[in-house]
């Protein structure tokens, strides 16, 4: 079946520092791969997606690669700010038009 | 001007009743969708509606009922409420209901169920 899997429940770094944040998906065909970030209180709101294999892409700083050899799709971020900090859910659109939330990765960086 | 709006923001019932979460788009979107996120918990999706139609529905239990009476209304009708249920209910909509769409989310209604 689908799903998606984001490994780490928290991440915490100080500014400026590098993020990485691990998702891996399994599916048939070919998905649609999202980032959603979600800042305290309010709903998800898209960061970026990529919808052909082996793109990448970028929002704001942050980027991710559709990998299919490796059915990866990690967020990265080179510097990460403050205002960063927020869940960050990995999402799959499969070909039959249903949408998977990974488990979400808490952000917390500390000035 | 918010483009999805909920209400009410925040919803307090008791074990038993039933309430409305409602739910209104004004993004011109032909899908709409209810997800649930209880406390410490992630997202989980409950439901999704393409030209008010049901689409997809991960929800075990039928006391959660979605409700389109317009195109850009997607109200969610929860019967026999149980303290389990207490959780911040987001509904959100896309332009269509294809999976490559960008979702757009509601700011949420808080339900706490004693």
């Known amino acids: 079946g689908n799903s998606v899997t984001q490994m780490q429940g928290q991440v915490t770094l100080s500014e400026e520092e590098f993020l990485f944040i691990n998702c891996t998906y399994s599916t048939t065909g070919y998905p649609t791969l999202f980032w959603y970030v979600q800042y305290p209180g309010e709903g998800p709101q898209l960061l970026l997606k990529?919808?052909?294999?082996?793109n990448k892409g970028s929002s704001r700083g942050f980027e991710a690669t559709y990998d299919k050899g490796t059915t990866s799709f990690h967020l990265q971020k080179a510097s990460v700010q403050e205002s960063d900090s927020a869940v960050y859910y990995c999402v799959l659109g499969d070909r039959n038009n249903r949408i998977f939330f990974g488990d979400g990765t808490q952000l917390v960086v500390k000035p | 001007d918010p483009k999805i709006i909920q209400k009410p923001k925040y919803l307090v019932a008791v074990t038993g009743s039933e309430k409305i979460l409602i739910c209104e788009q004004y993004?011109?979107?032909?899908?709409m969708y209810w997800y649930r996120q209880s406390a410490k918990k992630p997202l989980e999706f409950m439901f999704s509606y393409s030209y008010q139609k049901l689409m997809d529905n991960q929800t075990a239990s039928s006391r959660f009922q979605p409700q389109s009476s317009k195109k850009n209304h997607l109200d969610l009708q929860i019967t026999a409420l149980k303290p389990d249920d207490s959780a911040t209910y987001f509904c959100?909509?896309?332009?269509?209901?294809?999976?490559?769409?960008?979702?757009?989310f509601g700011p949420g209604t808080r339900l706490t169920v004693l």
């Open positions: 990529v919808t052909t294999a082996n």
């Open positions: 959100a909509s896309s332009h269509d209901g294809g999976a490559r769409a960008e979702q757009f």
């Open positions: 993004l011109g979107h032909n899908a």
